[in-house]
Structures are given as C-alpha cells and as structure tokens.
C-alpha cells in the first residue's frame, strides 16, 4: 500500500524574509525607546552615504541648529537561528526572537543615553553600508540594520541587527 499525499501535506508556511524580520525589530525597538528623546527632524549635510564607526556627521537640527556628531557607538546583537525560526508566523517571531533582540539594542542605546550624562542628549542614528543577505530600515530617525548570514565556524545560520548611532550633548 502506498501514502497518499495531498498538496497541504507538502505546503510549508512561507519564511520569513530579513525584510520581514527587520521590520518586526524595529517595530519592538521603538516600542522599546519610548522614553528616548530622538527626533527625526535632523537633517544631514552634505554627503549621506553609509557610515562607519568613527565617522562624523553634520547635522542640522530645528532646536539646536548645525551640530557635528561623531558615530562612536554600535549597538548590536545576534543569535543562532535555525529553518523553523525563520519558518514561523511573523507574530510567533516577534514574540519569541524579536523582542528580546530589541531588549537588548534598547538597553544598549539607554546606556550610552544614560551615560552621556546630559538629560536632553540628542542620538542621531545613520544607515550602515548593506550588501547581499542584510537590509536597513528606518522609522523616526533611528537605522536598524538587519542581515541572516551563514557561519560557516558554526555550521548554521545567523541573525545579527545593529544600531549605528552618536550623541550629542
């Protein structure tokens, strides 16, 4: 007797895509900043291309008016993913993945803050260079770059977001 298979049996939910995955970070990380005074009225001068660590920045601000800000903080994370994380339902990812990656990107973003010592601190936050397997998107000034790349020391997948960013006193 042979199995008999429908298409259902064989169909597999989409995967996610690092589109997708990096969307749903930055959805968390600004939940995450709420209490983080960043505005995304800045306005850059001159050349906007992609930034490094180190780098500085002209910026032009409404309140504050033309200000250099250097690029000297990264906030980052990664975790080992496996074909059924990136398999799973956006919302099971959110809750599972996404949130503790953007716990850990806030913390790092509240700190330097915090440390900075100045309550009205300005964070600028600029996109970093992207090449195949990573994206960068945005939402009220702050850049997240997202990438799934495959370590090959480790025989598996990785997920890595990072936060390219200075502050201002």
Do not use: C, W
């Amino acid at each position: 007797m042979t199995a008999q298979f429908t298409t259902t049996d064989l169909q597999r939910p989409p995967a996610l895509t690092i589109d997708d995955m990096t969307r749903t970070v930055l959805a968390y990380l600004i939940g995450e900043l709420r209490f983080v005074q960043f505005d995304d009225n800045i306005a850059y001068v001159g050349n906007t291309r992609a930034r490094t660590v180190g780098d500085e920045v002209q910026t032009r601000h409404p309140r504050a008016g033309e200000i250099r800000v250097t690029l000297d903080k990264l906030a980052d994370t990664s975790l080992p993913v496996t074909s059924d994380d990136i398999e799973q339902q956006i919302e099971h990812f959110g809750a599972s993945l996404a949130a503790p990656l953007a716990s850990v990107l806030a913390a790092r973003i509240t700190q330097d803050l915090y440390d900075s010592g100045v309550d009205d601190a300005l964070f600028v936050s600029v996109p970093l260079p992207v090449d195949e397997g990573s994206v960068v998107m945005s939402y009220k000034g702050v850049y997240l770059r997202g990438q799934l790349r495959y370590d090959i020391a480790r025989k598996q997948s990785v997920l890595a977001f990072d936060v390219l960013y200075g502050i201002a006193a």
